[in-house]
């Protein structure tokens, strides 16, 4: 993962949205600017980014080597959060910014326990949703579906025809906000946007949110952060306090707080729970 150099994958093409949406167009990859979405790949192992994505990662790398792992514990939190939802009762999984994607995806989770479960993925860019309903197949008696729309605009996403298929807001819903938050800016009020994600919410209702943060080394932390600053959007790190403060109207599973390695049901423990040093927080809120 160290290394980048120009090889084939740069001539890499994504499935035609009419091969996988029945669309008539093909997506047009941007290569110049480096990717969110695909930075993350990268960082996760994978192979769908470009030259642009894995410079910007190496120099993210530089500053936090170690930011690989918080990653697939973030994932593993993903999937433990949503385990836990389904298995009280959570039918209903909105997963607002799902990103490329890799295994372990939400309604494979919510699947383990509950056939039945609905999701709707929600991601501001096109090619993530080719991805999507290329890869994402699903034999289940669940139903998924695939919305573009952008966490800064909720109302859009709390009234998309393809959310609306799958998901009742008067039944309880698990909203997923899953390493998302740190890409929108203060500026753009992130905690109007999750209040306004809330209030539309049934009781029963649960958040599930985790967030990078610098509180394990602010020097690094803020070093990192940098090699998003001309990527399709820049991180925003917080602390504890202010990843806290997104939970307002939401009670916390316990064990109370938030916390780098979750997992209030006890499923075996994952080489990951012995991690120390993690860029970030997680945890769940139910609506009372």
Same mark, same amino acid.
């Given at each position: 993962?160290?290394?980048?150099?120009?090889?084939?994958?740069?001539?890499? *093409?994504? &499935?035609?949205?009419?091969?996988? #949406?029945? !669309?008539?167009?093909? =997506?047009?990859?941007? @290569?110049?600017?480096?990717?969110?979405?695909?930075?993350?790949?990268?960082?996760?192992?994978?192979?769908?980014?470009?030259?642009?994505?894995?410079?910007?990662?190496?120099?993210?790398?530089?500053?936090?080597?170690?930011?690989?792992?918080?990653?697939?514990?973030?994932?593993?939190?993903?999937?433990?959060?949503?385990?836990?939802?389904?298995?009280?009762?959570?039918?209903?999984?909105l997963d607002i910014g799902t990103g490329?994607?890799?295994?372990?995806?939400?309604?494979?989770?919510?699947?383990?326990?509950?056939?039945?479960?609905?999701?709707?993925?929600?991601?501001?860019?096109?090619?993530?949703?080719?991805?999507?309903?290329?890869?994402?197949?699903?034999?289940?008696?669940?139903?998924?579906?695939?919305?573009?729309?952008?966490? *800064?605009? &909720?109302?859009?996403?709390?009234? #998309?025809? !393809?959310?609306?298929? =799958?998901?009742?807001? @008067?039944?309880?819903?698990?909203?997923?906000?899953?390493?998302?938050?740190?890409?929108?800016?203060?500026?753009?009020?992130?905690?109007?946007?999750?209040?306004?994600?809330?209030?539309?919410?049934?009781?029963?209702?649960?958040?599930?949110?985790?967030?990078?943060s610098s509180d394990a080394d602010p020097?690094?932390?803020?070093?990192?952060?940098?090699?998003?600053?001309?990527?399709?959007?820049?991180?925003?790190?917080?602390?504890?306090?202010?990843?806290?403060?997104?939970?307002?109207?939401?009670?916390?599973?316990?064990?109370?707080?938030?916390r780098p390695h979750w997992n209030p049901?006890?499923?075996?423990?994952?080489?990951?729970?012995?991690?120390?040093?993690?860029?970030?927080?997680?945890?769940?809120?139910?609506?009372?």
């Amino acid at each position: 993962m160290t290394s980048i150099s120009n090889s084939d994958e740069d001539a890499w *093409r994504l &499935p035609r949205l009419d091969e996988v #949406a029945s !669309e008539s167009a093909a =997506v047009r990859i941007d @290569t110049s600017i480096p990717h969110t979405a695909r930075i993350y790949d990268y960082l996760l192992g994978g192979k769908s980014n470009f030259a642009v994505d894995r410079a910007a990662a190496e120099h993210i790398l530089a500053a936090i080597p170690d930011l690989p792992t918080t990653l697939r514990l973030n994932r593993l939190f993903l999937q433990r959060s949503v385990r836990y939802a389904a298995r009280r009762g959570i039918r209903q999984f909105l997963d607002i910014g799902t990103g490329i994607p890799t295994g372990g995806n939400t309604h494979e989770a919510a699947h383990q326990v509950a056939p039945d479960a609905r999701v709707a993925y929600v991601d501001n860019d096109p090619i993530v949703l080719v991805h999507g309903r290329a890869l994402m197949t699903d034999d289940g008696p669940g139903r998924t579906t695939f919305t573009q729309a952008d966490l *800064r605009d &909720p109302k859009a996403i709390l009234t #998309a025809p !393809e959310v609306l298929e =799958v998901i009742d807001f @008067t039944e309880p819903v698990a909203v997923m906000l899953v390493a998302i938050l740190h890409f929108i800016k203060d500026e753009e009020n992130p905690a109007e946007i999750v209040a306004t994600l809330r209030d539309a919410l049934a009781p029963g209702s649960m958040l599930i949110l985790s967030h990078a943060s610098s509180d394990a080394d602010p020097a690094r932390g803020q070093a990192g952060a940098a090699g998003w600053k001309n990527a399709s959007a820049e991180m925003t790190m917080r602390g504890y306090d202010r990843v806290l403060a997104f939970f307002d109207g939401f009670e916390l599973v316990e064990p109370p707080g938030i916390r780098p390695h979750w997992n209030p049901d006890n499923e075996p423990e994952d080489a990951l729970d012995s991690v120390e040093n993690v860029w970030g927080y997680g945890g769940v809120g139910t609506l009372r």
